[in-house]
């Protein structure tokens, strides 16, 4: 499946924006919000592409061009794992859980959208290299 | 402190981490650097592919890898402008010996080698084309009596 870049980099601000509030507001809704988007993302059905697709493409006019969509899905399910344990630091009332994890998926989400870099996907061949029983 | 006040702290202090790191990763990222002579060789059985008859660009991917394609475009167009040199893409995942050999810990990374298989340069990240041109001018003027 193939993706527009410019959506990917869309996503990531409307990400950063919505990370930022959680750890303003201490709003735990906001997070689930997010990590529902997140899912959303694995399954390739962003909610924020969707934005994108509706109401900023059509202003762009059409991408010079496309990038394989399995990086930022991948990216996406990191999301989802820090954006869980948030909630569950949440839902337990660990504070610093709650905050380490939402921030750590903030810096995921800024990376990407102030600089195109996609941290999930270099965590990638880290987390490979540390599972040898997993060697294909 | 209140609640809103952490995590406003929290806030400034991941942006500005992201910051120095995003910074950091493109005045950084795909720079070619020279590679320390101990370095050991790489046979073509090591790779399952011929050496190029001049020099090799060893380059390490995988699937969830951004800049990968921007990379192979860079180094199939040089290969195929310089004779002699041999473009070799390796999928980490299924070579996690060589990624643990040569140390990868990021993908793109590539390994300039020459007509030995000596690696004499490396980069992490997407490299420059006229960075790779010049590691491969490197690469090739090593003679074969030079060790």
Same mark, same amino acid.
């Given at each position: 499946?193939?993706?527009?870049?410019?959506?990917?980099?869309?996503?990531?601000?409307?990400?950063?924006?919505?990370? =930022?509030?959680?750890?303003?507001?201490?709003?735990?809704?906001?997070?689930?919000?997010?990590?529902?988007?997140?899912?959303?993302?694995?399954?390739?059905?962003?909610?924020?592409?969707?934005?994108?697709?509706?109401?900023?493409?059509?202003?762009?006019?059409?991408?010079?061009?496309?990038?394989?969509?399995?990086?930022?899905? @991948?990216?996406?399910?990191?999301?989802?794992?820090?954006?869980?344990?948030?909630?569950?630091?949440?839902?337990?009332?660990?504070?610093?859980? =709650?905050?380490? =994890?939402?921030?750590?998926?903030?810096? =995921?989400?800024?990376?990407?959208?102030? @600089?195109? @870099?996609?941290?999930?996907?270099?965590?990638?061949?880290?987390?490979?290299?540390?599972?040898?029983?997993?060697?294909? | 402190?209140? *609640?809103?006040?952490?995590? $406003?702290?929290?806030?400034?202090?991941?942006?500005?981490?992201?910051?120095? #790191?995003?910074?950091?990763?493109?005045?950084?990222?795909?720079?070619?650097?020279?590679?320390?002579?101990?370095?050991?060789?790489?046979?073509?059985?090591?790779?399952?592919?011929?050496?190029? +008859?001049?020099?090799? $660009?060893? *380059?390490?991917?995988?699937?969830?890898?951004?800049?990968?394609?921007?990379?192979?475009?860079?180094?199939?167009? #040089?290969?195929?402008?310089?004779?002699?040199?041999?473009?070799? +893409?390796?999928?980490? +995942?299924?070579?996690?010996? $060589?990624?643990?050999?040569?140390?990868?810990?990021?993908?793109?990374?590539?390994?300039?080698?020459?007509? *030995?298989?000596?690696?004499?340069?490396?980069?992490?990240? *997407?490299?420059?084309?006229?960075?790779?041109?010049?590691? $491969?001018?490197?690469?090739?003027?090593? +003679?074969?009596?030079?060790?």
């Amino acid at each position: 499946m193939q993706v527009d870049p410019r959506s990917t980099r869309f996503s990531a601000v409307i990400t950063t924006v919505v990370l =930022a509030l959680v750890l303003l507001t201490g709003n735990a809704w906001l997070l689930l919000a997010q990590g529902v988007v997140f899912a959303l993302g694995v399954a390739g059905a962003s909610p924020y592409g969707l934005i994108f697709r509706r109401l900023v493409r059509p202003r762009l006019g059409p991408p010079a061009e496309l990038e394989d969509s399995t990086p930022p899905r @991948f990216a996406q399910g990191v999301g989802l794992v820090f954006a869980l344990a948030g909630l569950i630091g949440f839902a337990a009332q660990i504070t610093v859980l =709650a905050l380490v =994890a939402t921030a750590a998926a903030l810096l =995921a989400a800024f990376l990407n959208a102030a @600089f195109g @870099f996609c941290l999930g996907c270099e965590m990638y061949l880290i987390i490979r290299r540390l599972m040898p029983a997993a060697t294909r | 402190m209140s *609640q809103a006040m952490t995590g $406003l702290l929290v806030l400034c202090a991941t942006l500005a981490a992201g910051l120095i #790191v995003g910074l950091t990763m493109r005045r950084r990222g795909g720079a070619v650097r020279a590679v320390r002579s101990d370095m050991d060789v790489v046979a073509a059985g090591d790779l399952g592919a011929e050496l190029g +008859e001049r020099a090799t $660009l060893v *380059q390490f991917s995988t699937a969830f890898c951004q800049p990968c394609r921007a990379t192979r475009r860079v180094l199939s167009e #040089v290969s195929g402008m310089v004779p002699g040199v041999r473009h070799v +893409e390796i999928d980490a +995942e299924s070579r996690l010996d $060589l990624v643990r050999r040569f140390d990868v810990m990021r993908t793109p990374t590539v390994l300039v080698l020459d007509h *030995q298989g000596r690696v004499v340069k490396r980069a992490s990240g *997407q490299p420059r084309r006229a960075d790779v041109i010049a590691a $491969l001018g490197l690469a090739a003027s090593q +003679e074969p009596d030079a060790t």
